[in-house]
């Protein structure tokens, strides 16, 4: 597809489980972001990678969430020994601009997970 | 790092009213952006402004980016059911990280 691709696009978890959220951005898309979206807020920022280089993690809530993206494409956030609060849509968004000026971000559908 | 504030947090129109919604921040933006989400949907890029007094036009919709480059603000004239959403700010650093403000709901009552 032409946008960016998310799955799974509704996770429900059992407390204390890990889960892993994938995002294919757009082809050729050398930035790729991580954001979490709490209901009724704007996008939080976790991370970003520029290619495979994860330059920014300072939003990552703990040393449980842990992102990557090894071949500078597909990129898959996990969340170890989930928690109530881990609950939220997690955004993923891509663009083809890097450093300097950020340009439009095309965002993915999100994964809806629910820490039950 | 740069922070965003929104208002109003709500707004109910009647269709055919004007709406507008704030952007603030305490420090110089290097840009700003807005974005739409739809209920249920994720957020879609409008515009981007980058220079001080900006103003860009798209159609009903008037964004603006103050001269101090601290605030921006969205206006969408005689507004309609299709404008319903969330609004959201957002500002991109050099090291391309981007945050956003919690957004202006705005509900259209036909």
């Known amino acids: 597809g032409a946008g960016v691709s998310q799955s799974p696009r509704y996770k429900v978890a059992k407390r204390g489980q890990d889960v892993a959220l994938r995002c294919d951005p757009i082809?050729?898309?050398?930035?790729l972001f991580w954001y979490q979206q709490a209901l009724g807020q704007g996008p939080e920022f976790l991370t970003y990678?520029?290619?495979?280089?994860?330059?920014?993690k300072s939003g990552l809530p703990s040393d449980r969430f842990f992102a990557e993206r090894p071949e500078g494409s597909v990129s898959t956030l996990k969340i170890q020994r989930t928690q109530q609060e881990d609950s939220a849509v997690y955004l993923c968004a891509s663009s083809s601009s890097t450093g300097g000026n950020t340009g439009e971000l095309f965002f993915g559908e999100g994964s809806r997970l629910t820490v039950l | 790092g740069q922070q965003v504030m929104q208002i109003p947090q709500y707004q109910h129109v009647q269709e055919g009213e004007d709406f507008t919604t704030y952007c603030n921040s305490s420090?110089?933006?290097?840009?700003i952006q807005w974005y739409k989400q739809r209920p249920g949907g994720h957020p879609v890029f409008l515009i981007q402004?980058?220079?001080?007094?900006e103003v860009k036009k798209q159609k009903r919709l008037t964004f603006q980016f103050g001269e101090a480059k601290k605030n921006s603000s969205l206006h969408i004239t005689a507004t309609q059911t299709t404008d319903v959403g969330t609004y959201f700010c957002g500002s991109g650093t050099n090291a391309g990280k981007s945050t956003f403000g919690d957004g202006t709901t705005l509900t259209v009552k036909p």
């Open positions: 082809s050729g898309h050398v930035s």
């Open positions: 402004l980058v220079k001080s007094g």
């Open positions: 990678f520029q290619n495979e280089a994860q330059l920014d």
């Open positions: 420090t110089t933006l290097s840009n």
